[in-house]
Antibody, heavy 121, light 107 residues
Framework: EVQLVESGGALVQPGGSLRLSCAGSGFTFSDYSMNWVRQAPGKGLEWVAFISSRSASISYADSVKGRFTTSRDNANSLLFLQMDSLGDEDTAMYYC??????????????WGRGTPVTVSA | IVLTQSPDTLYLSPGEGATLSCRASQAVTASYVAWYQQKPGRAPRLLVFGASTRATGTPERFSGSGSGRDFTFSISRLEPEDFAVYYCHQYGGSPFTFGQGTRLEMK
């Protein structure tokens, strides 16, 4: 069974940093691209970042570019999101998701339950 | 690519059909459009990808169509569990984007 489990969400002060993790299991992690998607309270879905299966291709939403960095450790089936210079607008539930297929650009078939990030003084 | 969904909210009764629209600000590469369902407190669930291919386990009452800039998601006969928020998503080119969502409410 495919599982994605996010961790690392917390209450952090404006300007602070946080590192989220996503542990994958039940599939060959290194075969699939991964995404981070967030959802602010009461709002819609916002795509945050994409990383291809071997990290050759990485991209970010304009709203986080230069502040967030995604990476992966295929040996340990882990995905990371390093978030720096956090602001109120980054408060959200953060989901990791796995691509539907092994194609580079693909929809998101599997999702974790999310980890909450709150940026507040 | 900006995705604009319409309507924002749709009020229908069980047994009725629903049609949701998603318009892109420019043509989406290879119809790489997906539709997701989200219920309160839950992660999104993929229903349709590639504009019209149902994901594994998606009931046949759900269908998608469209190409270029205009995409449609339909539910042929609403079941009580279908009342939720639906999002379109384009993954044809970075930055990937989601529509703002259509809320399907019970009348």
């Amino acid at each position: 069974e495919v599982q994605l489990v996010e961790s690392g969400g917390a209450l952090v002060q404006p300007g602070g940093s946080l590192r989220l993790s996503c542990a994958g299991s039940g599939f060959t992690f290194s075969d699939y691209s991964m995404n981070w998607v967030r959802q602010a309270p009461g709002k819609g879905l916002e795509w945050v970042a994409f990383i291809s299966s071997r990290s050759a291709s990485i991209s970010y939403a304009d709203s986080v570019k230069g502040r967030f960095t995604t990476s992966r450790d295929n040996a340990n089936s882990l995905l990371f999101l390093q978030m720096d210079s956090l602001g109120d607008e980054d408060t959200a539930m953060y989901y990791c998701s796995r691509g539907t297929s092994m194609a580079p650009f693909t929809s998101m078939l599997y999702w974790g339950r999310g980890t909450p990030v709150t940026v507040s003084a | 690519i900006v995705l604009t969904q319409s309507p924002d909210t749709l009020y229908l009764s069980p047994g009725e059909g629903a049609t949701l629209s998603c318009r892109a600000s420019q043509a989406v590469t290879a119809s790489y459009v997906a539709w997701y369902q989200q219920k309160p407190g839950r992660a999104p669930r993929l229903l349709v990808f590639g504009a019209s291919t149902r994901a594994t386990g998606t009931p046949e009452r759900f269908s998608g169509s469209g190409s270029g800039r205009d995409f449609t998601f339909s539910i042929s006969r609403l079941e009580p569990e279908d009342f939720a928020v639906y999002y379109c998503h384009q993954y044809g080119g970075s930055p990937f984007t989601f529509g703002q969502g259509t809320r399907l409410e019970m009348k």
